[in-house]
């Protein structure tokens, strides 16, 4: 009897072997089962999608958003308004009635672009717009008077090197797209000093402008002399490069009062709705409460923000208590390359196992037509199975990859990703400008972003199983 046992148990152990155990010892659900268990959250899904759109929410997270925006304004990492938003935010939470809200303590850097103008002197006398990029160096105090020679590629300007030497480089480098020209934003100081250049005038990285230049960051390498760097609209770029091919001489002033201070103390802001079966599991939903310092950032990322705070909003006013906690994180910092969320992985990575999936809203919230995700190919297909629950506003689909400079450190780890996949076709119109500001926002697209942030987190947070890795 004792050796039919054991044969049994060994049947039974190769059959599961290299499969996870369930919590209470039982087997991974199969893909049917775990397709009817998502099924079972249509109603509720349905609550939500309502509650968002048509009902007593309807517009909420476009009106907070508003309140704030106008109360705060710009939030640049070490500035005053940035500590405000932060401590309005904190108070807000609590005010909500969500659970655990605290501020973790981080450090971030501080720069300030103080006055700022340009001029072009020769041919004749026309204001430049320009924005310093952050962490550009200032000009002497007097400013810098220099020919100007135009380039519209790294390798135009290296070729030719031996122009550019005691010039202002201006880049008028076409629009690709915003992950492949931002390289001359990045790294355009630093290009441009290596051939002797004294400053470094980029076309802003957009595809539509109304004489607006964007700011946003740039490095610069140890080894290769710092220079004032700073975006100009896509017109003046323009007209200094058709200029430039006609042979005409352009010389410019240029005088940027710019200053970095040691890195300040600031805080990323956290609430929760305790999971009600599974605590320590987390299921994280966040935006980014910093901003450049022009406009409002009520896009970027204003937007983001404030529909994962909707998301806990929501979930609490339907009484709902999902099995794993969902968390409220608003980032601090994430305009100098996600600081302040380097150092919340850093203190919590130890938990990393508890961590279901990461989710960051951080490019725009305009008409969702569904999410980015990253993670296994298991986890895939929960997820576009999840993603169904939203075909009462058409917000189905899954793409490939989640895209969060905020998330990136727990998905590189391993930890499934998603992120909001909307609209962007303006996106890039507003990004890092003046033009920043809550008349981008449009209160509909707001309550069906929402709706989908909602749902996707609720779901997640409250299935028997954590997506597999």
């Not at 925006?69 to 932060?86: C, E, Q, V």
Request: charged fraction near 20%.
């Amino acid at each position: 009897m004792k050796y039919l046992f054991l044969v049994f148990l060994m049947n039974l152990l190769s059959q599961y072997a290299g499969k996870p155990l369930r919590r209470g010892g039982s087997y991974p659900k199969s893909f049917e089962d775990i397709k009817n268990e998502i099924a079972g959250y249509t109603d509720i899904a349905k609550a939500i999608i309502d509650l968002a759109v048509h009902g007593k929410a309807q517009n909420r997270s476009y009106e907070r958003l508003a309140v704030f925006a106008d109360t705060i304004g710009p939030r640049l990492s070490g500035s005053k308004n940035l500590d405000a938003a932060i401590k309005y935010m904190f108070s807000a939470l609590q005010k909500d009635g969500l659970e655990n809200v605290h501020l973790e303590p981080v450090k971030v850097p501080h720069w300030e672009r103080g006055e700022e103008f340009a001029m072009m002197l020769e041919p004749r006398n026309q204001s430049i717009a320009i924005l310093g990029l952050g962490n550009s160096v200032a000009t002497p105090p007097e400013g810098i008077t220099a020919e100007v020679i135009v380039v519209t590629s790294f390798d135009e300007l290296h070729k030719r090197s031996q122009e550019a030497k005691g010039k202002i480089v201006v880049y008028n480098e076409p629009f690709i797209s915003y992950g492949e020209t931002v390289q001359y934003r990045v790294r355009g100081a630093v290009e441009a000093a290596k051939v002797g250049a004294v400053a470094s005038l980029i076309r802003s990285i957009t595809s539509f402008s109304i004489h607006s230049p964007h700011t946003g960051g740039q490095s610069y390498q140890p080894d290769v002399p710092q220079i004032p760097t700073a975006c100009i609209s896509v017109e003046d770029a323009e007209m200094m490069s058709r200029m430039s091919l006609r042979g005409t001489k352009i010389v410019v002033h240029l005088k940027m009062g710019a200053k970095t201070y040691p890195d300040s103390p600031s805080f990323n802001t956290v609430a929760e709705i305790v999971g009600s079966k599974y605590p320590e599991q987390i299921v994280l939903v966040s935006g980014h409460l910093d901003s450049w310092d022009v406009g409002q950032g009520a896009m970027d990322d204003g937007g983001g923000a404030f529909i994962s705070w909707e998301a806990l909003s929501l979930i609490k006013d339907l009484g709902l208590r999902p099995k794993r906690t969902l968390r409220l994180v608003l980032w601090t910092g994430e305009e100098q390359g996600g600081i302040g969320a380097k150092q919340y992985y850093q203190l919590h990575k130890e938990n990393i196992s508890n961590f279901d999936i990461v989710m960051e809203s951080d490019e725009g919230t305009f008409k969702p037509s569904g999410l980015g995700f990253t993670g296994s190919a298991k986890a895939r297909e929960i997820v576009k199975e999840i993603m169904t629950l939203l075909l009462p506003i058409n917000a189905t689909d899954v793409y490939d990859n989640a895209d969060g400079t905020d998330i990136d450190y727990w998905m590189r780890d391993g930890v499934p990703g998603a992120s909001l996949h909307n609209d962007i076709s303006k996106y890039f119109w507003f990004h890092h400008s003046q033009g920043d500001m809550m008349t981008v926002q449009d209160p509909n697209q707001m309550n069906l972003c929402a709706a989908v942030w909602t749902v996707v987190s609720y779901v997640i947070a409250d299935m028997e199983e954590m997506l597999p890795r």
